[in-house]
């Protein structure tokens, strides 16, 4: 089994590059936002790190540790999508015969009512804006199906829930090979992140911005996404558009306007590249 030690450093690491990155619109170091702070990012990924690679331990029971040591550190949710695809990343990382992809589909596929249930606790307590009340698997409510069947009912809605239907599909299949070309681009890991956040952005509506503002508002912001992901792209030195970057974050949290779907998409790539990079030689192809 990998030790629990290499598997925390490199959710630590995972979470400290995505605050690094100057995220339009998210919390990182050249800008606070959101009544949130670079400092309790931190101090939720130190308190959450302990549960969240706690060896042999479930990942429903994994999710709702990390979000009750998180409340505890902090008192707001700074990171209840990082838990939720994080947790899944941590187990597979254990399951040592196998390539990570691999394991997670076998983790995905053995989640049971128990794990959703202790998921549906955490989700009450994280309290995320714009939850609201569901016809089928509501989280006020004892859980009848898996966690991957409960998730599997939001996907259409979730992009954090579509995960789990998906093995975790744009992760894998987008975030990764958008860090690993972003890498072999630029070296430095805040270019690296930003790739993956505008990446994310630019591919699909963030989940957590229509829930909160609306389908007109995602479609907009996914729109200039796309026009600075184009930029970054044609440049040699990111640094160049830092300027560029602040400005459009500034109107953003100016209007209450926060990607966090993409960046709990773009930390669980990073902690899943960093998991690949630190796997036997025979398990980082999968």
């Known amino acids: 089994m990998m030790p629990r030690r290499i598997v925390a450093e490199a959710f630590i690491a995972?979470?400290?590059?995505?605050?690094?990155?100057?995220?339009?619109g998210n919390?990182?170091?050249?800008?606070?936002?959101h009544r949130m702070t670079t400092t309790q990012f931190i101090q939720s990924a130190t308190a959450a790190v302990g549960p969240l690679c706690e060896p042999t331990t479930r990942v429903g029971a994994r999710i709702?540790?990390?979000?009750?040591?998180?409340?505890?550190?902090?008192?707001?949710?700074?990171?209840?999508?990082?838990?939720?695809?994080?947790?899944?990343?941590?187990a597979a990382a254990e399951l040592e015969r196998f390539g990570l992809r691999d394991a997670l589909t076998r983790v995905l596929d053995d989640l049971d009512v128990r794990d959703a249930n202790h998921a549906?606790?955490?989700?009450?307590?994280?309290?995320?804006?714009?939850?609201?009340?569901?016809?089928?698997?509501?989280?006020?409510a004892p859980a009848q199906v898996t966690l991957k069947q409960a998730m599997a009912e939001a996907a259409d809605r979730d992009r954090i829930a579509r995960q789990y239907a998906t093995a975790f599909a744009d992760i894998?299949?987008?975030?990764?090979?958008?860090?690993?070309?972003?890498?072999?681009?630029?070296s430095d890991p805040r270019w690296a992140a930003l790739a993956v956040y505008l990446g994310f952005l630019s591919k699909f509506p963030d989940s957590?911005?229509?829930?909160?503002?609306?389908?007109?508002?995602?479609?907009?912001?996914?729109?200039?996404?796309?026009?600075?992901?184009?930029?970054?792209?044609?440049?040699?030195?990111?640094a160049n558009l830092l300027d560029q970057l602040l400005g459009w974050d500034a109107v953003l949290k100016a209007r209450d306007i926060n990607p966090?779907?993409?960046a709990d998409l773009t930390v669980a790539t990073l902690f899943g590249r960093r998991l690949q990079s630190v796997l036997p030689s025979?398990?980082?192809?999968g």
């Open 27 to 33: 919390v990182h170091v050249f800008a606070p936002g």
């Open 260 to 262: 966090g779907t993409s």
């Open 172 to 186: 894998f299949d987008l975030g990764m090979e958008l860090h690993a070309a972003a890498v072999a681009r630029w």
């Open 14 to 24: 995972a979470c400290r590059d995505e605050l690094e990155s100057p995220k339009p």
């Open 208 to 238: 957590h911005v229509t829930r909160k503002h609306g389908a007109d508002a995602a479609s907009d912001l996914r729109r200039t996404a796309m026009k600075f992901d184009t930029l970054l792209w044609s440049i040699q030195e990111p």
């Open 120 to 140: 549906y606790a955490a989700i009450v307590q994280a309290s995320p804006a714009g939850l609201g009340r569901a016809e089928k698997h509501d989280v006020f």
């Open 64 to 90: 709702r540790g990390a979000i009750e040591a998180t409340h505890q550190a902090v008192g707001v949710n700074t990171n209840l999508g990082i838990v939720l695809l994080c947790a899944p990343l941590a």
């Open 282 to 285: 025979g398990r980082n192809s």
